[in-house]
């Protein structure tokens, strides 16, 4: 089929007014969008006020209308109308992150039950087709991994960090290029970065995971001392959402991490994104491109946009092998802990102290740990710990027991 | 549907064996290999000799194997076996680039008459996806340009020269190492790259083109004096297939690249490969991974046969649009051309010079050429030019008269 698209865009910021000018005035994708439904009428904008519509059921009701592209802020109205477009039979594209990791099997309920699509790319990695290549390209269950720089906020503050920009100026500096949000938070603590890794698991490994399951440990916690140990040792800082898959278990965190030049995420600065995926039987792969703004979100709402005119819809052909696995904690792995009050680093729990920093104003450790004390210290809920993972494999418990006697780490 | 494939394999090198384990050992992707033809029955293998047949009609007869995956070297014996695989109605998955670049139209016609798929990720860019992407992404023609690193010796080679090792025993370890040929002028010529070339700008702009109508310009004449010039304005080398949509016309070739830090395959270096990509309104992308050696083509050709199990097939969806297009050489670029004769760059015909130096025993001038001029100079050929594109868009004729009175020009 090569349906002529007739789309109901509901919001109308940098991407949605980007969106009008591609579809509507060049023509190229045979699509063109016939109602645009905002929510504040008062509010300047790029077309005349005859232009807009208030009222969503002016799409809903419209049986012209067979796209609904969603592009609002607000996850719970989001929500509302994602379900109502899938039971008035419209195809939904939306970018909407937080929307779809906390309600994606419900939504894909209920557009399989009305036949329709939900296209989400521009949720994940700004403009890499991430979705698109996890649910075509390794369409087996031969996946052992998929991480990712996902959220362009973060990396260009850490990019920066790297450079010797303190917090807060790279901060200021992304809200003023429009990355980032004026409350931060759902980037800096990682929960955007972990709303991104439950589609990638999903879409990875067939594994339906809540973003509760998820623990995230931001980069607001990081001060000049970790910058300066990352110099020293030839690392960069990247925030990553990871996930490998261990037999039929599912490891999955998001938290900062100490790359090294050997890591394909080095080079990976700014507001760009990447992500790495790697199978047992093929060779490790990275996507790059940008992640943050209103255009790479636009582009990737494009091509779906444009794979609606082929009929396309995810097959989530994991599916039925994601049901023999489950998210695990259970494991050990590498890292850095940091903090100005040194006996905090006592009850953290090492496994195996690799190093051990000590001045009058800062300590620091280095050592194996299980993730799940990792978790339990509640990095984000506290002011005096630095958490950032550093390279070596994540390691499962029976693993660490049997080799504990006579094993070296290779950190660095 | 989900059919269990039969494979019949023709050729068991690296590639070949390599696949054997994977698919009749783990299991893994519903896909057995039933019957292995090869040539030399006296060749000592991995497998016992009673595993192997030496006919390919005990593939072609046998209804029970409705797949062929032709790994041999010799791209006539090929042809005439895709030709008869798709006539015995099996569907074939080849990395054979040069086969496929010569006669892909022909090839496709068959395999649409026969209703079968031919698949050839393998056969650009190694283990990266990047046929299907522009297949399933990129679906509409709104992509304005594909270049990439399509050859994992030239870059080897290219990568250790920039490091400062000399030409010939950097071919010498590429050789080594399993990645060059005996013979390496297909790579170091660039016709490898250019093979990859047509495929490249089939899929990304539905445009059939021959690979003798395409101009390919290698590494073999680089010398020191261009390393160092490289090596001064921060520039590495790299051997680009590029393509570039400008209106109804497209301008491709394969050359040498001097690239700057800001060029995304900067970084790319010894046998990975990396394409890039940029649309109209879609962001630059970047795909990176290995494209030397048996396992990176073992891991795309495994995906290929994954992909057969959903039935899939190459829907061309741009080749209606590519019908308008046509390949064009009438375009300007910025070129670096170094020679011990000095005479020479007096013929080489810049439309103007940038850059001019002379001593005893070398010369080079930098400038802006027309590429019809460039390719007459038939650089492969000869002994004495080492020509090296430099940073810059193609230009259109009608702009270089237009603005040759007063612009300038960035070229570092």
Redesign the interface.
């Known amino acids: 089929m090569n349906t002529h698209l007739k789309i109901g865009l509901v919001g109308f910021g940098c991407v949605g007014s980007g969106l009008y000018e591609?579809l509507n005035k060049?023509g190229?994708?045979g699509a063109t969008i016939k109602t645009i439904v905002v929510k504040h009428p008062e509010k300047k904008r790029s077309l005349p006020k005859e232009a807009f519509s208030y009222e969503v059921k002016d799409i809903l009701d419209d049986p012209e209308i067979n796209v609904v592209v969603e592009l609002i802020n607000d996850s719970v109205a989001a929500y509302e109308l994602v379900k109502r477009a899938f039971k008035a039979g419209k195809h939904v594209v939306s970018a909407n992150k937080k929307l779809i990791a906390e309600h994606l099997d419900e939504l894909l309920a209920l557009a399989t039950e009305n036949q329709v699509s939900f296209l989400y790319e521009g949720a994940v990695a700004?403009?890499?087709?991430i979705i698109?290549?996890l649910e075509?390209?390794?369409?087996?269950?031969?996946l052992t991994s998929v991480e990712g720089i996902t959220n362009g906020t973060t990396n260009y503050i850490l990019t920066q960090s790297n450079f010797g920009v303190d917090y807060a100026s790279a901060l200021a500096q992304a809200q003023e290029l429009g990355f980032a949000e004026a409350d931060p938070t759902l980037d800096v603590d990682g929960f955007d970065s972990k709303f991104k890794l439950v589609l990638l698991i999903k879409h990875a490994f067939g594994l339906s995971v809540e973003p509760n399951q998820l623990h995230n440990i931001g980069i607001r916690r990081i001060t000049e001392k970790e910058i300066a140990y990352a110099t020293e040792k030839g690392f960069r800082i990247k925030l990553l959402s990871r996930a490998e898959k261990i037999g039929q278990e599912v490891c999955g965190f998001v938290a900062p991490h100490f790359v090294d030049r050997t890591h394909?995420a080095f080079?990976v600065n700014n507001e760009f994104n990447a992500v790495i995926v790697q199978?047992?039987?093929?060779?490790?792969?990275?996507?790059?491109?940008?992640g943050a703004g209103s255009?790479?979100t636009?582009?990737a709402v494009?091509?779906d946009i444009?794979?609606l005119?082929?009929d396309y819809r995810y097959?989530y052909?994991k599916s039925d092998a994601g049901k023999n696995l489950q998210l695990s904690e259970q494991f050990y792995l590498n890292v850095y802990i940091g903090t100005p009050h040194a006996v905090t680093l006592e009850e953290a729990g090492f496994e195996e102290v690799y190093e051990s920093f000590r001045s009058r104003d800062y300590a620091y450790k280095t050592g194996l740990i299980s993730f799940e004390k990792l978790a339990a210290l509640q990095t984000n809920a506290r002011e005096d710990l630095a958490v950032i993972v550093l390279p070596g494999a994540l390691q499962k418990p029976e693993l660490v027991v049997a080799e504990s006697a006579n094993v070296e780490f290779n950190t660095h």
């Open positions: 591609v060049s190229l994708l700004g403009s890499i087709p698109r290549n075509e390209y390794y369409n087996n269950d031969s394909p080079e199978g047992l039987f093929s060779d490790r792969q990275l996507f790059l491109g940008k255009y790479p636009a582009s494009l091509s444009s794979a005119k082929f097959e052909r």
